[in-house]
């Protein structure tokens, strides 16, 4: 996460894109097989708010899908992938 917040300003100051294509992907729960990341549910949630406040704040709009996620927990990666479009829905609606 630490890495998300010290990048995702400056590259977007750097490129100045006109859209943000966000793959919110969900390996990085701590409960999947393939990723590393070990996140938690609400981590991954704070991810999602950082990345749409960020560029909501710059007026860049972004097109999300959704990828990843094999977990066993498959409670977890519905849930994960649920907060993304909860987290857009509060703050772009």
């Not at 709009?61 to 959704?66: D, E, F, H, L, T």
């Amino acid at each position: 996460m630490q890495l998300l917040y010290d990048t995702l300003p400056g590259l977007i100051e750097q490129v100045n894109p006109e859209l943000v294509l966000y793959l919110s992907g969900v390996d990085i729960l701590q409960t999947d097989n393939l990723g590393r990341l070990a996140l938690s549910i609400q981590g991954a949630k704070l991810r999602d708010e950082f990345v749409f406040k960020t560029c909501q704040a710059k007026g860049i709009p972004v097109a999300v899908s959704m990828g990843g996620g094999y977990s066993t927990k498959i409670t977890a990666i519905i849930e994960a992938h649920a907060n993304t479009f909860r987290v857009a829905k509060n703050i772009y609606f």
